[in-house]
């Protein structure tokens, strides 16, 4: 199959995937009218063509809690990765260093802290859920600053998990889950080979190594749901505070009032998102909440933002809405589960080829010069 952008790779997922592990990904909670609006609220930003400025020197590059990115992209924490290509958080966290950006460590990893860490030079960013068990919070940050971890992002949208309904209909929950997930697996060889025989074993890395058991794939959702914890306020971040010096980044903002509160609680960034509509359906896109959020906190605070960015014009509008720099998820999960590190280093630098064309065709040179003037205001037209 010929690959020329992010949407070739979400085919090409769809092909080699099971649905069981096709559609967790691909999908988002109820009707996934968010999941939709992501993608399309941002594909209708018009960006604002300039020309003739000599745009000989475009750079994409950027510093951001003190490291160097290649281009204002990080790779987003996602579950499971380990499901969608042979031990996938290894190879998605050595693809994302060699292209120079940051890769994040979900805390439902397949791979625990202590597998990845050492397999890159680059430092981890390393992912958090607030969890009932506090135990294993305090546990896991130990390791993750044993691990040498730089960045914690700490999501704060999921004291409870949304409901997704095509995991229903697909085999990753619902009846006889386990018998439609064998005949999923041999109907996609490559797959069985490639993550079902050699990407063994297939347990919650961090989770089984803390609880002392292996929490696989089918307790998984059981775990998350039994564990999320809906008391969370910031008192428990003050409280994680305590055990991590380094840069924390609160990861699930939509809201200007609750971005105030993150920079009076002293975080270093936030993530505006709404966890790629996997989360409060009906919720705003993230390109609709942000320059809003942008307005209220900018300069105090560094401003990430995901959920719905398919491309590199995608990243160069979050920018220009007001972001620093961004994350990506489903985009390089299908890269991931497509080609593993290889799609997913190809998928980078189709990104940062798009972007260049972005930022040349919008006259700005360096991604600190692109901000509301790089789109057109179409409520003026
Ligand atoms: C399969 C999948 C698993 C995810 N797992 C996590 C997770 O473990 N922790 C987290 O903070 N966000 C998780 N997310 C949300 C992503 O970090 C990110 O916010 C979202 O994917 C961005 O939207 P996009 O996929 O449209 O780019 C997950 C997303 C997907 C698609």
């Known amino acids: 199959m010929i ?35 992501n993608v399309s609220d941002l594909s209708d930003i018009a960006l604002r063509q300039r020309v003739l400025k000599d745009m000989s020197n475009v750079n994409t ?5 003190g490291e160097k990115l290649s281009m204002p992209v990080a790779l987003a924490p996602v579950g499971a990765l380990g499901m969608y290509a042979r031990r996938g958080e290894v190879q998605a966290a ?39 068990d506090r135990g294993f919070m305090k546990n896991a940050l130990e390791r993750a600053k ?3 971890c730089s960045t914690l992002v700490f999501t704060v949208d999921m004291p409870t998990p949304g409901a997704r309904y095509r995991d229903m209909h697909s085999g990753m929950s619902g ?7 064998v005949l999923q697996s041999m109907i996609h060889p490559f797959w069985a080979w490639d993550v079902g025989i050699h990407g063994k ?3 919650l890395g961090n989770i089984s190594k803390y609880v002392g058991k292996e929490i696989g794939l089918d307790d998984y959702i059981g775990w998350l749901t039994e564990n999320f914890d809906p008391s969370i306020s910031w008192k428990d971040l003050e409280w994680i505070r305590e055990f991590w010096d380094g840069p924390m980044v609160i990861k699930g903002i939509l809201d200007p009032e609750d971005a105030k509160d993150a920079v009076r609680f002293g975080a270093d960034g936030i993530v ?17 909440a942000l320059p809003a959020i942008a307005d209220a906190v900018k300069g ?15 990243v160069v509008r979050m920018i220009a809405l007001g972001a620093d720099a961004c994350m990506l998820g489903r985009s390089f999960v299908y890269a991931l589960g497509a080609e593993g590190g290889a799609g997913v280093e190809n998928m980078l630098d189709i990104f940062k080829k798009e972007m260049r064309v972005a930022m040349t065709l919008t006259s700005n040179e360096k991604i600190s010069n692109i901000s509301r003037d790089a789109l057109v205001d179409l409520s003026k037209l």
């Open 3 to 37: 690959i020329s952008s992010a949407n070739d790779y979400r085919k090409a997922a769809k092909r080699r995937v099971p649905p069981f592990m096709f559609h967790y990904a691909d999908g988002g909670s109820y009707a996934e009218h968010t999941l939709q609006r």
């Open 61 to 65: 590059e950027i510093e951001l809690f």
């Open 94 to 132: 050595q693809a994302a260093e060699k292209k120079g950006v940051p890769f994040t460590l979900s805390t439902v990893s397949i791979c625990p802290i202590e597998e990845v860490a050492p397999a890159i030079k680059r430092p981890l960013w390393f992912q958090l859920y607030v969890l009932k």
């Open 146 to 148: 044993a691990a040498g």
């Open 175 to 181: 009846p006889y889950k386990e018998i439609r997930r």
């Open 201 to 203: 074993p297939h347990t």
């Open 272 to 288: 505006v998102s709404n966890h790629g509509g996997r989360q409060l359906d009906g919720v705003l896109s993230s390109a609709r």
């Open 300 to 314: 105090d605070i560094k401003i990430l933002a995901d959920s719905g960015i398919r491309n590199g014009l995608d």
